[in-house]
């Protein structure tokens, strides 16, 4: 089974400071890596993900994210953060091999970006 | 334009009444999904179909059936509702191979009181 922790509920930051915000899992198999964001009152939206190869993932809104697997971890970044960031932030996996929609989701790490 | 659409988007129901929330995509998707979202506590996979006809259950399916008679529906039902099913719903879906995007549904908010 999977599991996946994120180690901060919410992060507060202010405007073109850089953030990070912390995932670890665990799997005892291979697994897909995923970060969603959530708006307020709205649906998921892919940022990034990991599959294989390369261990340093871009993703959309100038957000990265690299896999370590001797650290299973795998944390979100963003050199400069702006307002429209503030949401909430999920961490996922699934398992290598089987339906990408089998997710495991973390608790969420909610974002506040101040001015 | 629509992607995966639900409906209704919010809904009160009383104790032990039945309802059925709607997933529809226009995607010609293989997998859909459908999730339930609590404060504090992410996302927890429901049911799930890998393709028409069939259904599976995921993390926390008791109280919930699901039928998926035509490929682009995906339908959830609750039964008899109680008040621990107070929750934002979300379907997704996505193609039946490695690498794609999953798409979700905006929500459907329901309570139960």
């Known amino acids: 089974a999977q599991s996946v922790t994120q180690l901060d509920s919410q992060v507060p930051v202010f405007e073109e400071a850089p953030v990070e915000l912390r995932c670890n899992y665990s799997?005892?198999?291979?697994?897909?890596l995923f970060w969603y964001v959530q708006y307020p009152n709205q649906g998921l939206q892919l940022l990034l993900k990991?599959?294989?190869?390369?261990?340093l993932v871009k993703g959309i809104n100038g957000f990265e994210a690299e896999f370590n697997k001797s650290q299973t971890s795998f944390h979100l970044r963003k050199p400069s953060v702006h307002i429209s960031d503030t949401a909430e932030y999920f961490c996922?996996?699934?398992?290598?091999?089987?339906?990408?929609?089998?997710?495991?989701f973390g608790k969420g790490t909610k974002l506040s970006v101040k001015p | 334009n629509a992607g995966v659409t639900q409906t209704p988007k919010f809904r009160v129901l009383k104790t032990g009444q039945s309802m059925t929330l709607l997933c529809a995509q226009d995607?010609?998707?293989?997998?859909m999904y459908w999730y339930r979202q609590d404060p504090g506590m992410g996302l927890r996979l429901i049911h799930y179909?890998?393709?028409?006809?069939?259904?599976a259950k995921g993390e926390v399916p008791d109280g919930y059936n699901v039928s998926r008679l035509k490929k682009q529906n995906f339908l959830l039902g609750l039964e008899s509702a109680a008040p621990s099913q107070t929750s934002v719903y979300f379907c997704?879906?996505?193609?039946?191979?490695?690498?794609?995007?999953?798409?979700f549904g905006e929500g459907s908010w329901l309570t139960v009181v």
């Open positions: 995607m010609n998707h293989e997998y």
């Open positions: 990991y599959l294989s190869g390369s261990t």
């Open positions: 799997s005892s198999v291979s697994v897909y």
């Open positions: 179909s890998v393709g028409e006809g069939t259904t």
């Open positions: 996922a996996v699934s398992r290598y091999g089987g339906s990408q929609g089998n997710l495991i």
């Open positions: 997704a879906s996505t193609e039946n191979s490695s690498g794609n995007t999953i798409y």
